[in-house]
């Protein structure tokens, strides 16, 4: 079935593919992709598409890639030139301006990994994990001046596993949020979505993430700790120091322990740590600073850890 909508697509990352996916799939007219310019990265500084970039040459859409768009005249030209129904944003990585909110009728319409107003912010999925959340989803909302404080137009909730990480969590967030991305379409179009105003009274920020926030504080308790490991893979992960040097825990589980935190207990192949309150985390896959990733067990019997050392 054909949509009848104009339509510009902002986004850059994995994230995003779903929804353009779906978008072009169900007959939606995506007549531009706008993503961040080309980059390079890895060792070689070899320049990459962005992921959306890539998709997007694949289904033969057209791409543009400005450096600047609040006041750049040529693009904001390119865009009016279209005549947009809407303007969807995935995880483009840019503010955007008010003169493209201004622009299509049915407004700039973004998908956000939280449920709204919980976890406003640029890593919203790795802050919901890490704050032990069991409860997290998408919401597309109408975009307005502020820092993903418009309307609520839909939501959906996906439950959390104690196994997910971000990395397994956000391609499932991903998925259901391009389905709801096309049915806000639909409502739009046919006038039977009521956008709600956010409670800015509950809501919740998850900034940038930076590398301190992947140094493990042992003060804190080990389910906090897991919590944190879990929400920031890849980057930052989690890390701590170890006879000097940088140690990557990978992998690790709560338990119960009284040992003063960051205290290390080796008995056979179990390694603990201490953390906060009584407790202690089981360290199950460590990457020591220079190494690849190993065991715990490959890890005792590489580096011989003694009872009584410190982490940190």
Same mark, same amino acid.
């Given at each position: +079935?054909?949509?009848?909508?104009?339509? !510009?697509?902002?986004?850059? #990352?994995?994230?995003?593919?779903?929804?353009?996916?779906?978008?072009?799939?169900?007959?939606?007219?995506?007549?531009?992709?706008?993503?961040?310019?080309?980059?390079? /990265?890895?060792?070689?500084?070899?320049?990459?598409?962005?992921?959306?970039?890539?998709?997007?040459?694949?289904?033969?859409?057209?791409?543009?890639?400005?450096?600047?768009?609040?006041?750049?005249?040529?693009?904001?030209?390119?865009?009016?030139? @279209?005549?947009?129904?809407? !303007? @969807?944003?995935?995880?483009?990585?840019?503010? @955007?301006?008010?003169? =493209?909110?201004?622009?299509?009728?049915?407004?700039?319409?973004?998908?956000?990994?939280?449920? %709204?107003?919980?976890?406003?912010?640029?890593?919203?999925?790795?802050?919901? !994990?890490? $704050?032990?959340?069991?409860?997290?989803?998408?919401?597309? +909302?109408?975009?307005?001046?502020?820092?993903?404080?418009?309307?609520?137009?839909?939501?959906?909730?996906?439950?959390? &596993?104690?196994?997910?990480?971000?990395?397994?969590? $956000?391609?499932?967030?991903?998925?259901?949020?391009?389905?709801? =991305?096309?049915?806000?379409?639909?409502?739009?179009?046919?006038?039977?979505?009521? #956008? *709600?105003?956010?409670?800015?009274?509950?809501?919740? %920020?998850?900034?940038?993430?930076?590398?301190?926030?992947?140094?493990?504080?042992?003060?804190? #308790?080990?389910?906090?700790?897991?919590?944190?490991?879990?929400?920031?893979?890849?980057?930052?992960?989690?890390?701590?120091?170890?006879?000097? *040097?940088?140690?990557?825990?990978? /992998? &690790?589980?709560?338990?119960?322990?009284?040992?003063?935190?960051?205290?290390?207990?080796?008995?056979?192949?179990?390694?603990?740590?201490?953390?906060?309150?009584?407790?202690?985390?089981?360290?199950?896959?460590?990457?020591?600073?220079?190494?690849?990733? =190993?065991?715990?067990?490959?890890? @005792?019997?590489?580096?011989?850890?003694?009872?009584?050392?410190?982490?940190?």
């Amino acid at each position: +079935m054909h949509e009848s909508l104009n339509l !510009i697509f902002c986004g850059t #990352p994995a994230f995003a593919l779903p929804t353009l996916e779906k978008l072009v799939a169900g007959g939606f007219a995506v007549r531009l992709v706008v993503t961040q310019p080309d980059r390079p /990265k890895g060792r070689g500084q070899e320049v990459q598409f962005s992921p959306v970039k890539q998709r997007a040459l694949e289904f033969g859409l057209p791409v543009t890639q400005p450096r600047e768009i609040k006041n750049n005249a040529e693009f904001r030209r390119e865009l009016e030139a @279209i005549r947009p129904d809407a !303007i @969807i944003v995935v995880g483009y990585g840019r503010l @955007i301006p008010q003169w =493209m909110l201004d622009l299509p009728p049915l407004g700039n319409i973004n998908l956000h990994g939280s449920l %709204l107003p919980k976890y406003r912010g640029a890593a919203p999925i790795q802050w919901a !994990i890490a $704050s032990g959340e069991e409860i997290t989803g998408v919401t597309t +909302m109408r975009l307005n001046a502020g820092l993903d404080t418009g309307d609520i137009l839909l939501q959906k909730q996906l439950r959390i &596993a104690p196994v997910d990480t971000s990395e397994t969590l $956000s391609p499932r967030l991903a998925a259901i949020g391009a389905d709801l =991305m096309v049915e806000t379409l639909r409502g739009l179009r046919t006038g039977t979505l009521d #956008p *709600k105003p956010q409670n800015h009274a509950e809501a919740s %920020l998850a900034p940038l993430l930076t590398r301190e926030d992947g140094r493990i504080d042992f003060r804190r #308790p080990a389910r906090e700790n897991w919590n944190r490991l879990r929400g920031f893979q890849p980057w930052p992960g989690a890390y701590t120091g170890f006879r000097g *040097k940088n140690l990557h825990i990978w /992998k &690790a589980q709560p338990v119960e322990g009284r040992l003063a935190p960051g205290q290390l207990s080796v008995e056979g192949d179990q390694l603990l740590a201490g953390c906060g309150e009584s407790t202690a985390l089981e360290l199950l896959e460590l990457q020591p600073e220079g190494k690849k990733r =190993m065991s715990v067990r490959d890890f @005792i019997h590489g580096y011989h850890p003694k009872t009584g050392e410190h982490l940190g």
